[in-house]
């Protein structure tokens, strides 16, 4: 058993070799409820959405899975566009801090307009 006490949670994830498949899914489950969230104020359906990407109900699901890392920036682009957003990606200092000593989020991934 691994004693963690007083270790941060990334080095934690750091010593079990997950920390970048954490982050990812992590990411992904925003981008997946910002989606979502846009559909629902637009009541937007998947069938729709698929239709307006031209694509495949599959391939939207896909995009809307938490889980499923492996999206294309441009896919996630494209279904920005459709519900009138824009991707904007920032890569950031690790730890969260920015120059100047302020805290940012670190990385952050937001459809917004």
């Known amino acids: 058993m691994n004693d963690h006490s007083g270790s941060t949670f990334d080095s934690f994830l750091e010593e079990e070799g997950i920390r970048e498949e954490v982050e990812a899914v992590a990411v992904k489950r925003i981008l997946a409820w910002q989606l ?6 637009q009541q937007k359906t998947k069938r729709a959405m698929a239709r307006e990407l031209r694509t495949s109900r599959s391939q939207l699901d896909r995009l809307l899975d938490p889980q499923n890392t492996a999206v294309t920036i441009d896919t996630v682009t494209r279904a920005a566009r459709v519900l009138g957003k824009r991707l904007v990606l920032r890569i950031a200092e690790p730890g969260g801090m920015k ?6 989020k670190g990385r952050r991934l937001a459809a917004r307009r």
């Open 36 to 41: 979502e969230q846009a559909m629902k104020q």
């Open 99 to 104: 120059k100047g000593g302020r805290t940012g």
